[in-house]
């Protein structure tokens, strides 16, 4: 059975270079999260897709940050300009959908984004 | 908004013993509230939850928690642990009709034989 796939698993970069993070959600999901878990501490919500719009971006930390859902599936996560503070394990969930009565949200692995 | 205060950044726990993990929230409004438990090198995993009803919540392993309204607590037990519950621990919570968690800091638990 196929789980919410994240790629890559790991990815180390330069400071200031451009990256995107991959997240296949569970066929099916219409709604798509992403949360950022700095070491040391709990998930903290960046995103969130209804479809292929963007419902609620209001956790992104600055501009360098940018999701999209193109086809109301897989969304990537691209990050401009890296800094060494970005550093973190990226979490991507999905849900059957969201608000209303509770859905539960189901989680990948992961990305750990070093930045050098 | 709400929060998450996890009140014991690691636990350490002999096999068989029994466990607790303190969770603390704040909200004005209802919510609703999560354990999750993370193995090394994989994801987050739903343990429990409460949505409404019954205060005493039982999970997934044997794992059950209780919510405390009036004391805005969620606290998490296992009566006997296993080597196999090694594994970092987080409290969340989520106000009714949301859809976005927000995590306490998490509470690493290490079973010892």
């Known amino acids: 059975g196929a789980g919410v796939s994240q790629t890559p698993s790991n990815k180390v970069t330069e400071k200031g270079k451009y990256v995107e993070l991959r997240c296949d959600p569970i066929?099916?999901?219409?709604?798509l999260y992403w949360y950022r878990q700095s070491l040391g501490q709990g998930p903290e919500f960046l995103i969130y897709?209804?479809?292929?719009?963007?419902?609620?971006d209001s956790g992104l930390p600055n501009d360098r940050f940018f999701a999209v859902r193109p086809e109301g599936s897989v969304s990537t996560l691209k990050i401009q300009r890296t800094e060494r503070g970005d550093s973190a394990v990226y979490l991507c969930a999905s849900s059957l959908s969201a608000g209303g009565f509770y859905n539960e949200q189901f989680f990948g692995p992961g990305t750990r984004l070093t930045v050098l | 908004a709400q929060s998450v205060t996890q009140l014991d950044s690691q636990v350490p726990v002999f096999e068989e013993a029994p466990v607790e993990l303190r969770c603390n929230y704040s909200?004005?409004?209802?919510?609703?509230l999560f354990w999750y438990v993370q193995y090394p090198n994989q994801g987050l995993q739903l343990l429990l939850k409460y949505l409404s009803g019954s205060t005493l919540v039982k999970g997934i392993n044997g794992f059950e928690a209780e919510f405390n309204k009036s004391q805005t607590s969620f606290h998490l037990r296992k009566p006997s642990v296993h080597i196999s519950d090694t594994a970092e621990y987080f409290c969340a919570v989520s106000e009714v009709s949301d859809y976005k968690l927000s995590f306490g800091a998490g509470t690493t638990v290490t079973v010892r034989a």
């Open positions: 909200s004005s409004v209802s919510v609703y």
């Open positions: 897709f209804q479809g292929t719009g963007a419902a609620d």
């Open positions: 066929s099916g999901h219409t709604a």
